[in-house]
């Protein structure tokens, strides 16, 4: 099974409008992170939030923010007021067994690809 | 505060030439991990260092690709025998050791074989 699932490979949206990227997650790991990644075409991968599984409050960072349903397994991202230079993809990745130091990997999901519209 | 440093950022080379990609992470961070990204899919763990420590390796990481980082400073990933299947992005990241911190990640190394 896909251990995160991101099931729009692309979203238009205008601009000013809020968008909401899905992510659902697969883990029976009590202790998890939970990341939210940005790529522009030039490729670097841009750190946006961070949920993690204990956290008691939803993740926000400015106009991000992280719509965390633990009991479904879903992390969505919320980006308020999109701005055309959000156009980018966006990844979800997941780490696992935090309490695991030797366990760093990130998994991370196949990407939505989101254009803003001016 | 610098980010975290790939060269080359392009690599051409023909299939069965070796080759070596290096990686400055950011000054204080003590972990480096190095990731690959094919087109069209998300970053795939490929191995990660504590300090000079190399302490997990994907099954990706076959017996041609081999990763080192002598001083706990900068890292290096070679690749011998290059395949046409190794044509991909190849991204490094580092984090610092407090905490869940997050991977910050480079520019990253684009290799295509001929």
């Known amino acids: 099974a896909q251990k995160i699932t991101q099931t729009q490979p692309g979203m238009f949206v205008q601009e000013k409008e809020a968008v909401t990227l899905d992510c659902t997650y697969d883990?029976?790991?009590?202790?998890?992170?939970l990341f939210w990644y940005k790529q522009p075409s030039s490729g670097e991968m841009i750190f946006l939030i961070y949920q993690g599984s204990y956290d008691q409050q939803n993740a926000t960072e400015g106009r991000y923010s992280l719509n965390f349903q633990k009991a479904r397994k879903s992390a969505n991202l919320v980006i308020s007021a999109s701005q055309l230079g959000d156009s980018a993809m966006y990844f979800c990745?997941?780490?696992?067994?935090?309490?695991?130091?030797?366990?760093?990997?990130?998994?991370f999901g196949t990407g939505t690809r989101l254009t803003i519209i001016p | 505060d610098t980010g975290v440093s790939q060269d080359p950022r392009h690599k051409i080379t023909k299939r069965g030439q070796n080759v070596t990609f290096r990686c400055d992470p950011i000054s204080e961070h003590n972990r480096l991990y190095w990731y690959r990204q094919t087109l069209g899919q998300g970053p795939e763990f490929l191995t990660y260092?504590?300090?000079?420590?190399?302490?997990?390796k994907s099954r990706l990481l076959s017996d041609r690709f081999s990763a080192e980082r002598p001083k706990g400073s900068f890292s290096t990933l070679e690749i011998q025998r290059t395949e046409q299947g190794d044509s991909a992005m190849y991204l490094c990241?580092?984090?610092?050791?407090?905490?869940?911190?997050?991977?910050?990640f480079g520019d990253g190394t684009r290799l295509s074989i001929l």
């Open positions: 260092f504590q300090n000079e420590a190399q302490l997990e």
């Open positions: 990745a997941m780490r696992e067994d935090l309490s695991n130091f030797g366990n760093e990997k990130l998994t």
């Open positions: 883990t029976s790991d009590p202790s998890y992170g």
């Open positions: 990241a580092s984090s610092s050791l407090t905490g869940n911190q997050p991977q910050h």
